[in-house]
């Protein structure tokens, strides 16, 4: 166990469903992210919160929505998502937004939009 | 901005011989080099990293390499093991808080009976 702690595990969702995936840490970090795992593609960053405060977002579309309510809980919203969207989503965590340092990464929603 | 490529994509060894990744990176400023690896039905795990300052670093059965001129990095995994199947990858950051870090595409290591 890494520390990092997601649900669902699995989420089939149809393009019209809202879901929300949750994140949860307590390794006393204060930088989370949420990540895209595609096939036979690099991981994708999508959003850094440091400190709560998101600060960064990759020009991800609107229908993904993050929201990080204290230092150890981050959730991902979706709503309206596309087949493309399918993929493994994947939290992570660190000890600070410093990019040098060891990212705990949670086991992932696999993500199916039927 | 940095880029990451990472070669082979797919890796069949016999267990007991040793596995070699290599990746390359774009960013001369990058100073920051760790390997994940992922297991089946789990997150990416740091086994091993390497700061620019070094050119090698061992741990047990895996040692990584790093060549700055070159822009290149290599993880070795000697004497393989059945658990050692996984997917792999490699990263490169400059480290700092507005950095990225790029991770390259994976490489899916199969360790042969």
């Known amino acids: 166990e890494t520390g990092v702690t997601q649900t669902p595990r699995h989420l089939v969702m149809g393009m019209t469903n809202k879901k929300s995936l949750k994140c949860e840490q307590h390794?006393?970090?204060?930088?989370m992210y949420w990540y895209k795992q595609s096939a036979k593609k690099p991981l994708e960053l999508m959003f850094v919160?440091?400190?709560?405060?998101?600060?960064e977002n990759n020009s991800v579309p609107s229908r993904f929505s993050p929201e990080c309510p204290n230092s150890s809980h981050l959730f991902l919203h979706l709503h309206t998502l596309q087949p493309e969207d399918s993929a493994l989503y994947l939290c992570?965590?660190?000890?600070?937004?410093?990019?040098?340092?060891?990212?705990?990464f949670g086991q992932g929603t696999r993500l199916t939009v039927v | 901005g940095e880029n990451v490529e990472q070669h082979p994509s797919t890796l069949s060894v016999q267990e007991g011989d040793s596995a070699v990744i290599k990746c390359t990176y774009s960013?001369?400023?990058?100073?920051?080099f760790p390997w994940y690896k992922q297991e089946l039905g789990k997150g990416p795990q740091l086994i091993i990293d390497?700061?620019?300052?070094?050119g090698e670093k061992k741990d047990q059965r895996i040692a990584v390499t790093l060549n700055k001129t070159a822009k290149h990095f290599s993880l070795h995994i000697t004497e393989t093991q059945p658990e050692d199947s996984a997917v792999y990858f490699c990263?490169?950051?400059?480290?700092?808080?507005?950095?990225?870090?790029?991770f390259g595409k994976g490489t899916r290591l199969h360790i042969l009976p």
């Open positions: 992570a965590s660190s000890r600070d937004r410093v990019t040098d340092t060891e990212a705990f």
């Open positions: 390794l006393g970090h204060n930088a």
């Open positions: 919160y440091s400190l709560e405060e998101r600060v």
């Open positions: 960013d001369s400023a990058s100073n920051y």
């Open positions: 390497i700061r620019s300052n070094v």
């Open positions: 990263a490169a950051t400059r480290g700092n808080r507005d950095d990225k870090i790029i």
